[in-house]
Each structure stands twice: as C-alpha cells, then as structure tokens.
C-alpha cells in the first residue's frame, strides 16, 4: 500500500504565496517523478508541475515564473512553492507520485485526495 498525502491548501488574497506539500508513505522501493495536477469542476485537469527523481522541473505555461516545485528524496517529499498567486489559479491541486514497489517492479501512480487553494480578495 502507498499513501500520498497533501497539505498546505487554503485562502489566500490575489498575489500572496502559498506552500503545498506531498508526502508518499508506504510500500516504496523507489519514487520516479513526482507532480501536481489541478482542477477546476466543469474543466479538464491541468498539470502543473513535475520534478523528477533527479531533480529536472517541467512546469505549465500559465504557472512559469511564479511556481517552483522541489523534493526531499530522504523525505518522500515535495513542495510546491506557489507566490504571484492569481485568482485563475483557484483550483483543487492533486500531488502524484510514481512509485516503484520493488527491483523490476513496473511504477505506478498514486494519487492523494486533493487539497483546495483559493486566491480571492
């Protein structure tokens, strides 16, 4: 079994910050890429970013310059600094996680349930 688990969501005025975390617990052997996805109800989901297990980024367009998103290996980790917050970016974010549960094993995605971030004045 593995676990994802985010934090960090909330309200926030347009232009503030805010910090989302991941932490992926459980039966890991190795964690490859990890990311988040976000989603607004009546819109498709949209990735935001993805860090892979060697530390590359790949970010969406809308979010270039303002997200930064980073892993601690030794924590199962990752964050998602998100600053220049805009009421656009008003979503619920989804952290997932591609995780190997063994030598040879075949990587899977987990998912975590969903934190919501709302940028309103």
């Known amino acids: 079994q593995v676990q994802v688990v985010e934090s960090g969501g909330g309200l926030v005025q347009p232009g503030g910050s805010l910090r989302l975390s991941c932490t992926v617990s459980?039966?890991?052997?190795?964690?490859?890429?990890m990311g988040w996805y976000r989603q607004v109800p009546g819109k498709e989901h949209e990735l935001v970013a993805v860090?892979?297990?060697?530390?590359?980024?790949n970010y969406a367009d809308s979010v270039k310059g303002r997200f930064t998103i980073s892993r601690d290996n030794a924590k199962n980790t990752n964050y998602l600094q998100m600053n220049s917050l805009k009421p656009e970016d008003t979503a619920k974010y989804y952290c997932?996680?591609?995780?190997?549960?063994?030598?040879?094993?075949?990587?899977?995605?987990?998912w975590g349930q969903g934190t919501q971030v709302t940028v309103s004045s």
């Open positions: 997932y996680a591609d995780v190997s549960a063994g030598r040879g094993y075949v990587p899977i995605d987990y």
């Open positions: 459980g039966s890991i052997f190795s964690i490859y890429a």
């Open positions: 860090v892979t297990s060697g530390g590359a980024t």
